[in-house]
């Protein structure tokens, strides 16, 4: 009887079909006004992710309260963090182009096994996390960099973001299946539900109870573990769920599982160099003082204002180029890749133009009053944001580079744009001139706008290549 019922687990999975939302979505990716099905998807993400930064900043600037140095340990620490994330961030990207071509296909089977067996690859990916770093954390910070004086203050505050970071590798995994199935409306609704409680938490334990960083981090884990537990039911519905989870269908057979990792382990070493990238950077300038590390954290999240939007749009466009590439339909990946291009470039154009006209404004948030921090956050983002638009245009590459699965492509991209546009241009400003601390939003500068040429140029050949078809 077991052996019987197995089977029929086994011929459900492999006669799996689409719900209606499920199936009129594909129709519509595949056949419908392409403006409106990028507009339809990117909106809603480019909208969560606005709104998400500006509830990092808001969040930046509960940490202002603590002391000035909680923002330089806060602005440090995330980008160790982000580099640790990547395992997940990794994953959730290259399984979704994975599982979005299959679904592009038509191999509903496919999509339910991947999906299932990404679950369970993300469960081994958390305790490897948990049991190689956790007890060790002052040591890694250490290995990673981290002056001593950020240690002291967020040891304890990074701890707890480690167990954050393992329930993100879940919730990360979850968006990225969503995002597949076109439902974005769902993606932002969840995440503005987590950002509106992290951010009451934050304010709570920081105004009210005159916490320190630790309890903000209390409220990041708190707000992350009501979107795990909302992915664990929906996930395990059982009627109509060909995206959801079901044991029977995890397999860890070739022709599941590699495809997923192939092209998810580029984007991994992509993420992890980045962020490792940033830190470094991060190390470099503390030479200038703790404060211009705060002030480099800050303008990033200001410029967060520009790009997030953008990068919003890039998932939904990368979803609906791999389910047309899935399709057999190379036209409509470079339409929808040119009409991605258009709109990041004027999201960059728009609201770059906003945070400078109201950048004293803006660097006041952060300050904690003091007037030194003031001028040094708003000399960084003032070179910073001229960046906006060719980070558009790099968006936008990214988008039609994930969804074609060339996920080796934008790693050399990403890697470039710091290790050859950032980290040597930041040495040769501190070795050879005299330009002080500017010279880390200099080198966002010139890092912003070779990415984005570069970006161009990949994107030239691939669209004339894609032609061929």
């Not at 539900?193 to 320190?212: C, Q, R, S």
């Not at 992509?270 to 830190?279: D, I």
């Not at 501190?430 to 984005?452: E, H, P, R, Y």
């Amino acid at each position: 009887m077991p052996e019987l019922h197995a089977n029929e687990e086994i011929n459900e999975i492999n006669n799996e079909k689409l719900s209606e939302r499920d199936e009129k979505f594909r129709e519509e990716s595949l056949n419908g006004n392409l403006w409106r099905v990028i507009l339809s998807v990117g909106t809603p993400l480019a909208l969560y992710q606005s709104l998400n930064q500006v509830f990092k900043l808001l969040d930046t600037m509960m940490a202002s309260h603590i002391s000035s140095e909680s923002v330089s340990a806060v602005a440090y620490l995330s980008q160790i963090s982000i580099f640790l994330s990547s395992i997940g961030t990794g994953l959730a990207v290259g399984a979704g182009i994975k599982i979005s071509r299959a679904y592009g296909e038509g191999d509903y089977a496919m999509v339910k096994k991947r999906v299932s067996s990404l679950y369970a690859i993300c469960g081994m990916a958390g305790a490897f996390i948990l049991v190689l770093i956790l007890p060790f954390v002052d040591a890694f910070l250490g290995f990673a960099g981290t002056p001593d004086e950020l240690i002291a203050v967020g040891g304890e505050y990074f701890r707890v973001e480690l167990i954050v970071l393992v329930v993100q590798i879940f919730n990360n995994v979850y968006i990225s299946v969503e995002r597949a199935r076109g439902n974005s409306k769902r993606i932002m609704y969840l995440n503005m539900i987590v950002i509106v409680i992290k951010l009451a938490l934050t304010a709570l334990f920081v105004y009210v109870l005159d916490g320190t960083l630790v309890t903000i981090s209390y409220a990041s884990l708190i707000s992350q573990l009501c979107l795990f537990v909302f992915g664990i039911v929906n996930s395990l519905k059982k009627e109509n769920n060909t995206f959801g989870f079901s044991i029977r269908a995890v397999t860890f057979k070739k022709e599941v599982v590699l495809p997923m990792i192939t092209q998810s382990v580029p984007v991994m070493v992509e993420k992890m160099a980045f962020s490792f990238g940033k830190t470094v950077i991060n190390a470099m300038s503390v030479m200038y003082g703790a404060l211009t590390v705060g002030a480099l954290g800050v303008s990033n999240n200001i410029g967060g204002i520009n790009t997030n939007p953008q990068n919003g749009f890039q998932e939904g466009a990368a979803a609906v180029i791999s389910q047309n590439m899935g399709a057999g339909k190379p036209d409509r990946a470079i339409s929808a890749f040119k009409k991605v291009l258009v709109i990041n470039v004027l999201v960059g154009a728009f609201f770059m133009t906003l945070t400078l006209l109201k950048l004293d404004f803006i660097a006041t948030w952060f300050d904690s009053g003091d007037s030194e921090f003031h001028q040094l956050i708003k000399e960084v983002y003032k070179y910073e944001a001229f960046g906006a638009i060719t980070l558009g245009i790099n968006s936008a590459v990214m988008a039609l580079l994930y969804g074609l699965g060339k996920t080796k492509t934008t790693l050399w991209i990403n890697f470039s744009r710091v290790f050859v546009f950032r980290i040597p241009v930041l040495w040769i400003l501190q070795s050879f001139t005299d330009v002080g601390a500017k010279s880390v939003g200099i080198v966002m500068l010139v890092s912003n706008f070779s990415v984005g040429a570069v970006a161009a140029f990949v994107a030239f050949f691939e669209v004339r290549r894609l032609k061929r078809l």
